[in-house]
């Protein structure tokens, strides 16, 4: 008789005790997180805990000291296997996120797509009419906001359907009333690809806002893990009670 078991699919990432040292002081501690497909975590945690590092890692920037990392259950870097940034189909938003001054919004987006012109600019023209941005399709970045800088660049980390979008504090440098307005529509426009996400922040407030999942990090170890609810009404300990009072 054939089994009936029913195989659940991986997780899109899976990290797995991941460490990384600078010298004597280690920086990233037994981390191992996983991100489902349209899920969005936030690694939340005070400047300097060693989120970044775990980003980088995860990109494939930089060189865990040991650990493994797995993208749709398929290993894709250990200590000694390592698949290059380029071919992890990973998105990267970052503070700064630069577009290429030289090229109209069109080919910024465009930028890391390897399909015919055809494609590429029905690609662009979605994504595009996804961020309000149609318009600016022939424009330089010059002639555009800094919000809407960052609309395109959001469009062109997700242009090639990364199967995961790394983001590093990537609302920092937008003033208040423009920074609100941005996170949710680039929540709204990451749901809609499916995506998994990795929001990396200092502040509970845009975790609470933006999370699925919050995993909070503290001198390179994952301290508490859940829903951001939950985190909030019951934090581990006196220092994430602190570390979430500033919320109004
Ligand atoms: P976060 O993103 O949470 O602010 P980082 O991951 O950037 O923290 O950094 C964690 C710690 O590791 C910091 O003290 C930082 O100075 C140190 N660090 C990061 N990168 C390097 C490096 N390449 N060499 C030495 N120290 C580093
Ligand atoms: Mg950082």
């Known amino acids: 008789m054939q089994s009936q078991t029913q195989t659940t699919p991986p997780p899109r990432l899976e990290v797995r005790h991941l460490r990384r040292a600078f010298g ?136 090639p359907r990364p199967r995961i979008m790394l983001m590093d504090e990537p609302f920092s440098g937008l003033d208040n009333r423009l920074r609100d307005e941005i996170r949710d529509q680039t929540l709204s426009l990451l749901k809609e690809e499916d995506t998994a996400v990795m929001l990396v922040t200092h502040e509970p407030e845009e975790a609470m806002r933006m999370a699925d999942e919050i995993a909070l990090m503290r001198h390179g170890k994952i301290v508490q893990q859940g829903a951001p609810y939950n985190i909030y009404n019951a934090p581990v300990d006196r220092e994430a009670v602190g570390f979430f009072s500033d919320i109004n």
Request: hydrophobic share 45%; net charge negative.
């Open 24 to 159: 004597d002081r280690q920086v990233v501690d037994d981390v191992s997180l996983t991100i489902q497909p349209g899920q969005v975590l936030c690694l939340l945690g005070p400047s300097g805990c060693g989120k970044s590092t775990t980003l980088r890692m995860i990109a494939g920037v930089d060189m865990q000291d040991s650990g493994e990392i797995y993208v749709d259950g398929k290993l894709i870097c250990d200590t000694v296997f390592r698949i290059p940034p380029e071919r992890r189909h990973i998105g990267l938003m970052f503070q700064d996120f630069a577009l290429f001054p030289h090229l109209s919004v069109a080919d910024n987006v465009a930028f890391g797509l390897k399909t015919s012109k055809d494609e590429k600019r029905a690609r662009v023209e979605a994504l595009l009419a996804k961020v309000n941005l149609g318009w600016a399709i022939d424009e330089f970045p010059h002639v555009l906001s800094g919000g809407e800088q960052q609309r395109i660049a959001l469009a062109r980390a997700l242009a």
